[in-house]
């Protein structure tokens, strides 16, 4: 065990485990780090490994994506990593090399904390039939004025420009797309990767020829070009032409999460992508002087789940002006066990768990499923405990079948790589007053060993153990960051046995898991529009529909949209099936984008807290339920109509005082 030393306090764990891993290591991470990449294409040959002294001398070939909580607003920031960093206020994105990050955290006077940007967990709504007719309107209200507000769409695989729903007259309905995956244009405006504007697109679906040549998204190619692509989808229900917004400008953001080992590992995609696409669509709003709507059908379970972490405060602070709303979906956490034989839906609930420690010396497990059998996982599994700063937890972990406990550690201590038996590395962070919102941290990790021989983290269950070391409150919650199941490049003598290499998810067990407050980090912001899935036809939220509220006890979601078999456009599919249907809170959220934008071009001047008011109030609760706010569905089923109507009244006063005197006076 030991104590954080004053640099490293200001660092996140997750960043001084990357600083004291050697190159062989960080290069064989970064294709499962979505904010580590290497800087180098070279192969690296395999030394014996040495001892390196904590925080004094890095690896050289890899670099972070970070955000950074300043001690003020002062710009030297962007000076010291000229090209590399973004700042707002006493918030900023950086990219950076390990030693910039150690030099960095030695600036007291300057830097407060730097965490790494949050793995996005790329959405996983279920897809249904195919379509060759189109759906039934969506749309709001025919007498809404052409190009009154824009929305705007982060998300992934591809946008299909040329598709029927998102053509007008041969024209594009997309004003500019920014995709972040594509080759850098050192010519154009953004940073990083390209931007493709309305011309461009209008240009190739001029040139594009019959059915048997080459299509406009041919001629302009994205990096990303998924059939049945999520972004299309989205796209094509918010504002498609029989979208809830069809006269709204479309802008979109494609976030680059590549498929490929080596494109992973020299590419973030992480939420400082996703903090500069929402500057991105910001910007455009305001160089056309427009109220925009952004839908986010993207998610992360990292940080407190209280609205306190970089991105979140990111995003809020586009929402302090009028005329701007944020749209995300609550997340598909909800599932705790499987419905039928078979149904692996499970697999991406289980996320979450809380409790309370009722007094000094109990203690409460954790039950942390591994999953394997004849897979090694060789990604890195996070569990982040939060728990009130008026209390002191100690920590421990005891690996699937062993007697042996790892720990205790204390508040303030640390415990990083420690090698098992097993071959699973585990480090244990325990940090006190974290700066985002004064709570204390705990942060476990189980590593694989990435050097020879290479081990994947032990399956089985863990237990990870809290014991009340001084209790005034007791409350805890805990969540699981995320990867998708996705089998991965076997290294070495992997290949060799023939053994099967898999980056993995793990979860709470049945017994831990608590279903409660899973819905996705990003919707947990104050002034976010979280949204539930709706299944219409039973009248009930969806089961894989994630559930609140937040953390701090705020009522997320907010509403609920139909979510479920939606039939939209299939991006890049076969011309016979132009549509297709799909279920999640990802399908959902994009209708309630559709109405927000519709109700700003109605009232541009409405802000994002009005906006929620009027959702709120003017929401259907679902058959049995009453008005009170409910962890699945929020206040209701959205209804539209009346949002618009509601609309109309929001800055319309009575003089009642004036209307009594003039009625006394027989006037």
């Known amino acids: 065990m030991k104590l954080l030393n004053d640099a490293a306090q200001r660092v996140q764990p997750w960043l001084r485990m990357i600083y004291n891993g050697d190159d062989i290591v960080n290069a064989r991470r970064a294709p499962y780090s979505s904010a580590l990449c290497r800087t180098s294409t070279k192969a690296l040959r395999e030394r014996p490994q040495k001892q390196l002294p904590d925080w004094k001398h890095p690896a050289r070939d890899v670099r972070v994506s970070t955000f950074i909580d300043l001690k003020h607003e002062d710009p030297w920031l962007g000076k010291w990593v000229?090209?590399?960093?973004?700042?707002?206020?006493?918030?900023?994105?950086?990219?950076?090399?390990?030693?910039?990050?150690?030099?960095?955290a030695a600036r007291r006077a300057d830097v407060a904390y730097v965490e790494a940007g949050e793995i996005l967990e790329p959405p996983n709504p279920s897809t249904g039939a195919f379509h060759s007719e189109p759906p039934p309107a969506r749309k709001l209200d025919p007498a809404m004025k052409k190009e009154q507000v824009l929305i705007g769409i982060i998300d992934v695989g591809g946008f299909d420009f040329a598709h029927p729903d998102l053509v007008q007259r041969g024209r594009t309905r997309f004003e500019r797309i920014w995709d972040q995956g594509?080759?850098?244009?050192?010519?154009?405006?953004?940073?990083?990767?390209?931007?493709?504007?309305?011309?461009?697109?209008?240009?190739?679906?001029?040139?594009?020829?019959?059915?048997?040549?080459?299509?406009?998204?041919?001629?302009?190619?994205?990096?990303?070009?998924?059939?049945?692509?999520?972004?299309?989808?989205?796209?094509?229900?918010?504002?498609?032409?029989?979208?809830?917004?069809?006269?709204?400008?479309?802008?979109?953001?494609?976030?680059?999460?590549?498929?490929?080992?080596?494109?992973?590992?020299?590419?973030?995609?992480?939420?400082?992508?996703?903090?500069?696409?929402?500057?991105?669509?910001?910007?455009?709003?305001?160089?056309?002087?427009?109220?925009?709507?952004?839908?986010?059908?993207?998610?992360?379970?990292?940080?407190?789940?209280?609205?306190s972490s970089p991105i979140n405060r990111w995003i809020e602070r586009i929402l302090d002006d009028p005329g701007r709303c944020v749209v995300v979906a609550a997340g598909n956490a909800g599932q705790e066990k499987p419905h039928f034989d078979g149904d692996l839906g499970f697999l991406s609930g289980r996320i979450h768990t809380s409790g309370r420690i009722?007094?000094?010396?109990?203690?409460?497990?954790?039950?942390?499923?591994?999953?394997?059998?004849?897979?090694?996982?060789?990604?890195?599994?996070?569990?982040?405990?939060?728990?009130?700063?008026?209390?002191?937890?100690?920590?421990?972990?005891?690996?699937?079948?062993?007697?042996?406990?790892?720990?205790?550690?204390?508040?303030?201590?640390?415990?990083?790589?420690?090698?098992?038996?097993?071959?699973?590395?585990?480090?244990?962070?325990?940090?006190?007053?974290?700066?985002?919102n004064g709570a204390n941290r705990v942060s476990v990790f189980l590593s694989p060993r990435l050097r020879r021989p290479l081990t994947g983290v032990t399956p089985g269950q863990w237990i990870v153990r809290l014991r009340g070391k001084t209790i005034r409150d007791g409350r805890f919650h805990a969540w699981i960051e995320r990867d998708d199941p996705r089998p991965v490049r076997p290294i070495g003598e992997l290949r060799a046995s023939g053994q099967v290499a898999w980056g993995f998810p793990s979860l709470f067990s049945e017994a831990s898991n608590v279903d409660a407050s899973s819905v996705n980090s990003l919707g947990c912001s104050e002034r976010v529009i979280a949204v539930a899935n709706l299944d219409s036809r039973s009248e009930k939220i969806h089961p894989s529909s994630s559930h609140g509220p937040?953390?701090?006890?705020?009522?997320?979601?907010?509403?609920?949209?139909?979510?479920?078999?939606?039939?939209?456009?299939?991006?890049?599919?076969?011309?016979?099936?132009?549509?297709?249907?799909?279920?999640?809170?990802?399908?959902?959220?994009?209708?309630?984008?559709?109405?927000?934008?519709?109700?700003?071009?109605?009232?541009?001047?409405?802000?994002?807290?009005?906006?929620?008011?009027?959702?709120?109030?003017?929401?259907?609760?679902?058959?049995?339920?009453?008005?009170?706010?409910?962890?699945?569905?929020?206040?209701?089923?959205?209804e539209s109509q009346r949002c618009l109507a509601e609309v109309a009244e929001t800055f319309l006063e009575k003089d009642y005082e004036n209307s009594a005197a003039r009625t006394r006076g027989g006037a």
């Not at 000229?82 to 960095?104: I, N, P, V």
């Not at 405006?189 to 240009?203: A, L």
């Not at 796209?235 to 400008?249: F, N, Q, T, Y």
């Not at 007094?359 to 060789?378: F, K, N, P, R, S």
């Open 182 to 307: 594509l080759p850098h244009d050192p010519a154009g405006r953004v940073d990083y990767g390209r931007e493709i504007t309305k011309d461009e697109i209008n240009r190739a679906l001029r040139w594009q020829v019959g059915p048997d040549g080459l299509a406009a998204t041919e001629l302009l190619p994205q990096s990303m070009q998924l059939p049945g692509s999520h972004a299309t989808h989205v796209a094509s229900i918010a504002a498609g032409k029989r979208g809830v917004c069809p006269k709204a400008l479309l802008a979109g953001v494609t976030l680059s999460i590549p498929s490929s080992e080596r494109e992973r590992s020299q590419s973030f995609f992480d939420s400082t992508r996703l903090a500069h696409a929402v500057d991105y669509l910001d910007d455009l709003a305001r160089e056309r002087d427009l109220p925009l709507v952004i839908n986010i059908s993207l998610g992360t379970n990292g940080h407190a789940h209280d609205g």
């Open 82 to 104: 000229e090209g590399r960093c973004r700042q707002h206020g006493k918030l900023a994105t950086a990219d950076l090399s390990l030693d910039e990050l150690r030099r960095l």
């Open 358 to 436: 009722e007094a000094t010396g109990l203690e409460v497990d954790l039950e942390w499923e591994i999953l394997g059998g004849d897979v090694e996982d060789l990604s890195e599994n996070e569990m982040e405990i939060w728990y009130e700063p008026q209390d002191e937890f100690e920590v421990e972990v005891r690996p699937p079948g062993s007697s042996t406990w790892i720990g205790p550690i204390e508040a303030g201590s640390y415990l990083q790589n420690c090698l098992l038996e097993n071959g699973t590395l585990v480090s244990i962070y325990n940090e006190r007053y974290h700066p985002a």
């Open 550 to 638: 937040t953390r701090d006890g705020r009522s997320k979601p907010e509403v609920a949209a139909e979510g479920t078999d939606i039939v939209a456009a299939n991006g890049f599919g076969h011309p016979k099936h132009p549509y297709v249907s799909k279920t999640g809170t990802s399908m959902a959220s994009p209708y309630v984008a559709g109405v927000a934008a519709a109700m700003l071009a109605l009232e541009p001047r409405l802000n994002a807290s009005q906006i929620i008011g009027i959702m709120r109030r003017t929401a259907q609760p679902l058959p049995g339920d009453d008005y009170h706010w409910q962890d699945a569905a929020g206040f209701g089923q959205i």
